[in-house]
């Protein structure tokens, strides 16, 4: 099969290399001339693991372009991966999606044989059915179902994992505007997938709301996790992981995203919350739980710094390690170690800071007022206080026990997520709290 993916962005050319590398030619579009330009000396523009060695693999059968008309002309399916920034309101802005329909609907024109566009972007429900389609149908004077095809197709990926992710996916969410376009994006992924997951084929406006609501229920899950930790760190001898561990052996709750720490952050789980209450406020529904969820998880940075500074002076060094948003990603969107790291500074404490991957993304205004060291092991001796921030493997492979011998003063060591299991035989120079 030939397809085209326009929009060489993390998922985008994740996308395109993993097609590629089942078979397909793939022919991959961007505006940016350096991106394109960087992929067809055969050089990756873009940071996430296993890519450089994927398109290694798969440049053979991969060519790349600016020009989308074309593109379209000479493949059967069009894959559009293009980002939908949040307005003021919280709702997904359409315009990147539609600039692309605009440029896809003269090669529809054209075409005799049925072409299937379709949208991988996340949009606000009803926007297939309200904008799109409509618009490629007055634009190609063609008529969707007929002439064209019509498929609503996000994806369920994690930076840091975007290639296995794609490559094993638990589900396909599939909203197709008639049949044939569902049938033939069902059996794409049939051809390159290497799991057996589940085919959930339906409405456009049903795939719409999905997208949203999957996402807003993980993050309810881990919400509900870290109130736990909460619950048993107030109480003498409970532990949050013995009691996640039971709750997720019941298959109605299930063991992921179950695990007490900080709260949910990065570029879809924090938009996609507020792009749902936006799309209830509009359909004039009240939620409840939505908004609690938000509330709960932006409490945890107050609860945090109220925790660290009840125990050290204003003078005092805090050493945060991590700021990506999770392991093993250079992405600091939405961090909460980066909120965290906001409210020390601004209340005066100086900051020591180090994370494997992200230490070029702290953001500039920070430069100046934060220490990045090389190694863990120097951004702990430099503090008063440490905070594990993001469970990195590196972090817990430390070798706490022997490190604590070398402190040059006593500190308050906070594990977040209860990775650095020898920091606790930590003798009279550390105070040690695992949360939870």
């Given at each position: 099969?030939?397809i085209?993916v326009?929009?060489?962005?993390?998922?985008?050319?994740?996308?395109a290399?993993?097609?590629a590398?089942?078979?397909h030619?793939?022919?991959?579009v961007?505006n940016?001339?350096?991106v394109?330009?960087?992929?067809?000396k055969?050089?990756?523009?873009?940071r996430?693991?296993g890519?450089?060695d994927l398109?290694e693999r798969?440049f053979e059968?991969m060519?790349?372009?600016?020009d989308?008309?074309e593109a379209?002309?000479s493949?059967d399916?069009?894959l559009?991966?293009?980002?939908?920034?949040s307005?003021?309101?919280?709702?997904?802005?359409n315009?990147r999606v539609?600039?692309?329909?605009k440029?896809?609907?003269p090669?529809?024109?054209?075409?005799?044989d049925f072409?299937?566009?379709d949208?991988?972007s996340?949009?606000m429900?009803?926007?297939?059915q309200r904008e799109?389609?409509?618009?490629?149908e007055?634009?190609?004077h063609?008529?969707?179902?007929v002439?064209?095809?019509?498929?609503?197709?996000?994806e369920f990926i994690?930076?840091?994992?975007?290639?296995?992710d794609?490559?094993?996916?638990?589900?396909?969410?599939?909203?197709?505007?008639?049949?044939?376009?569902?049938s033939?994006?069902?059996?794409?992924?049939?051809?390159?997938?290497d799991?057996?997951?589940?085919f959930?084929v339906?409405?456009?406006?049903?795939?719409e709301i999905?997208?949203?609501?999957?996402n807003c229920?993980?993050?309810?899950k881990?919400?509900?996790?870290?109130?736990?930790?909460r619950?048993?760190e107030?109480?003498?001898?409970a532990d949050?992981?013995?009691?996640?561990?039971a709750?997720?052996?019941?298959?109605?709750?299930g063991?992921r995203?179950?695990?007490?720490g900080?709260?949910f952050?990065?570029?879809?789980?924090p938009?996609?919350?507020?792009?749902?209450?936006?799309?209830a406020?509009?359909?004039g529904v009240e939620?409840f739980?939505?908004?609690?969820?938000v509330?709960s998880?932006d409490?945890?940075?107050?609860?945090?710094?109220?925790m660290?500074a009840?125990r050290?002076?204003?003078?005092a060094?805090i050493?945060?390690l991590?700021f990506?948003?999770?392991p093993?990603?250079?992405?600091?969107?939405?961090?909460?170690s980066?909120a965290?790291m906001?409210r020390?500074?601004?209340?005066?404490y100086?900051i020591?800071?180090?994370d494997?991957?992200?230490?070029?993304?702290?953001?500039?205004?920070y430069k100046?007022?934060v220490?990045?060291?090389d190694t863990?092991e120097e951004?702990?001796t430099?503090?008063e206080?440490?905070l594990?921030?993001t469970?990195?493997?590196?972090?817990?492979?430390?070798?706490?026990?022997?490190?604590w011998k070398e402190?040059?003063?006593p500190i308050h060591f906070?594990?977040?997520w209860r990775?650095?299991?020898n920091?606790?035989r930590a003798?009279?120079?550390?105070?040690?709290w695992?949360?939870?």
């Amino acid at each position: 099969m030939k397809i085209s993916v326009i929009g060489l962005g993390k998922l985008g050319l994740c996308a395109a290399a993993c097609i590629a590398s089942k078979g397909h030619s793939v022919v991959g579009v961007d505006n940016s001339e350096p991106v394109v330009s960087a992929l067809k000396k055969r050089l990756c523009p873009i940071r996430e693991n296993g890519l450089e060695d994927l398109l290694e693999r798969s440049f053979e059968r991969m060519t790349f372009t600016m020009d989308a008309h074309e593109a379209v002309l000479s493949t059967d399916v069009t894959l559009i991966i293009v980002p939908t920034p949040s307005g003021p309101g919280g709702a997904f802005v359409n315009d990147r999606v539609t600039a692309v329909l605009k440029a896809v609907a003269p090669a529809l024109a054209r075409k005799k044989d049925f072409h299937v566009v379709d949208v991988v972007s996340t949009v606000m429900p009803g926007s297939s059915q309200r904008e799109f389609i409509p618009l490629l149908e007055e634009a190609a004077h063609k008529k969707r179902g007929v002439d064209f095809g019509f498929v609503y197709n996000p994806e369920f990926i994690a930076l840091g994992s975007v290639i296995r992710d794609f490559l094993n996916p638990d589900l396909v969410l599939i909203g197709a505007s008639d049949e044939k376009s569902g049938s033939a994006v069902r059996g794409l992924y049939e051809s390159f997938v290497d799991s057996a997951p589940e085919f959930a084929v339906m409405t456009l406006v049903n795939a719409e709301i999905t997208k949203l609501a999957l996402n807003c229920y993980v993050t309810m899950k881990i919400t509900y996790a870290n109130e736990l930790a909460r619950l048993c760190e107030a109480l003498e001898g409970a532990d949050v992981d013995v009691v996640t561990g039971a709750l997720g052996a019941d298959t109605r709750v299930g063991k992921r995203c179950l695990k007490g720490g900080l709260g949910f952050a990065g570029p879809c789980f924090p938009r996609d919350n507020a792009a749902f209450q936006k799309f209830a406020a509009d359909a004039g529904v009240e939620l409840f739980l939505s908004p609690q969820v938000v509330r709960s998880n932006d409490s945890i940075v107050d609860y945090l710094f109220s925790m660290v500074a009840g125990r050290v002076g204003k003078e005092a060094t805090i050493a945060l390690l991590g700021f990506a948003y999770k392991p093993g990603t250079h992405i600091t969107e939405r961090s909460q170690s980066l909120a965290l790291m906001n409210r020390f500074l601004e209340a005066g404490y100086r900051i020591a800071a180090h994370d494997p991957m992200a230490e070029v993304e702290i953001p500039h205004q920070y430069k100046d007022s934060v220490t990045v060291y090389d190694t863990p092991e120097e951004t702990v001796t430099a503090a008063e206080a440490v905070l594990l921030l993001t469970p990195w493997p590196e972090y817990g492979a430390i070798d706490w026990e022997s490190l604590w011998k070398e402190l040059p003063r006593p500190i308050h060591f906070f594990d977040c997520w209860r990775v650095a299991k020898n920091a606790a035989r930590a003798g009279d120079k550390v105070h040690y709290w695992a949360l939870g």
